[in-house]
């Protein structure tokens, strides 16, 4: 099974049908909507990674669902050419206009998946990367605090604090973590 999905287009032959369409293409149907408000709750109880949904729904507008729920999961809006233009400009979300097919609505489903995995090992990476800058800023610290209070080069304090961590078995940045609360 690929990712979580909710269905809403206010039509309930529609809604089944994409659902079994989604079913078969490998993706998990948590649910099949009538109203926004429904879709609304069942997203909040839920939380899929994807919505699928048309533009009107008999209860709200997709940009109130939107309003309500943004950031919570993507957004894949079915719309006729006379509301692409108020879908594209006002909301981050994809859409799909009609009619459509079963095979463009499943590479569309696809490519949406792919696009969240890749956010994902993005994201990690730039948390990776936020850690490492936040460590060489504490190294850089401590080897100011040794400076000064050993009178050492920059070399000696970077050497210092290495081989400290090679005999302790303890990473650099907790020996310069180290260094510094003793300091403060």
Known sequence: MQGGVIVAT???EA???IKSILIEGGYDVLGVCKSGNE??????QCSPELVILSYKLPDTTVMEVYDALVGVCDFLVLTNESYLSIVSENMDVYYLPHPFSRSVLLNSVSMI???RKQMAKLQKKVKNLENKM???KLIEKAKKILIKNK???ENEAFRFIQKKSMNTGEKMIKIAKDIISKQE
């Open 113 to 115: 998946f792919q696009g």
């Open 39 to 44: 879709l609304i709750m069942k997203t909040i």
């Open 151 to 153: 009178g050492i080069t």
């Open 15 to 17: 809604s089944e049908k």
């Open 10 to 12: 206010g039509k309930v």
């Open 134 to 136: 936040e460590e060489r």
